[in-house]
């Protein structure tokens, strides 16, 4: 699967969280555990997901366009999302 992002977000993301969005490629998409993004009209559906990556769970927002996974956000999850990410697996 095509993975995108814009790489003036990805200097955002890097300096805010600390993670490159083109951590995104070792994501397994189906893997991921998702919810629609409804905390505001974004102009497009988005998607809030959590999903582990090298032993670490994180949570990634993106939205699907056409074929490809366009991400927004990627970060580590707190431990507040860890533990409920662990109660509902």
Not at 22 to 43: C, F, H, N
Request: include cysteine.
């Amino acid at each position: 699967m095509e993975i995108t992002f814009d790489p003036a977000k990805d200097s955002s993301n890097q300096r805010k969280h600390g993670v490159s969005l083109s951590l995104a490629q070792e994501i397994d998409w189906p893997e991921v555990m998702a919810k629609p993004d409804t905390r505001q009209d974004y102009g497009e559906v988005r998607e809030i997901g959590y999903t582990v990556i090298d032993d670490r769970l994180y949570c990634v927002v993106f939205t699907q366009r056409a074929d490809k996974m366009h991400v927004i956000s990627l970060r580590k999850a707190n431990s507040r999302e860890v533990r409920n990410y662990v109660e509902q697996t």
